[in-house]
């Protein structure tokens, strides 16, 4: 399991096409990726499982907790990015409530574009 960051402060100020914006890389593939939009209510989870696919959680809303595979969960909130690789357990939660974008595909290499946590 590793942590990365995809928050405002981790990205770049584009300004070509006389754009103003911050944009954070997340991915950029040229094989298949199958991209996802979980919603955890209050005290949801995404049961202890292997990751069929290399994966990487980005959370847009809320806050939660992620664990590999040990027995010890960790802290995430808005702007963490959360990657498994393939075969990895893992498991998230949230008593609070916590939206998140699951990307995975094969072509995942996180560290390419973004910064560890």
């Not at 808005?78 to 949230?94: L, M, Q």
């Amino acid at each position: 399991m590793e942590f990365y960051k995809f928050n405002k402060s981790s990205g770049k100020k584009i300004s070509k096409f006389d754009s103003d914006f911050i944009m954070s890389r997340i991915l950029q593939t040229d094989k298949p990726a199958n991209i996802g939009c979980i919603h955890l209510e209050e005290n949801g989870v995404v049961g202890y499982h292997q990751a069929v696919t290399p994966q990487l959680l980005l959370v847009v809303s809320g806050e939660g907790s992620v664990r590999g595979e040990m027995d010890e969960y960790f802290y995430v909130g808005v702007g963490d990015a959360v990657f498994w690789n393939k075969g990895e357990w893992h498991e998230t939660k949230s008593e609070s409530g916590m939206t998140a974008i699951v990307i995975e595909s094969e072509a995942l290499e996180p560290a390419s574009f973004m910064q560890k946590k």
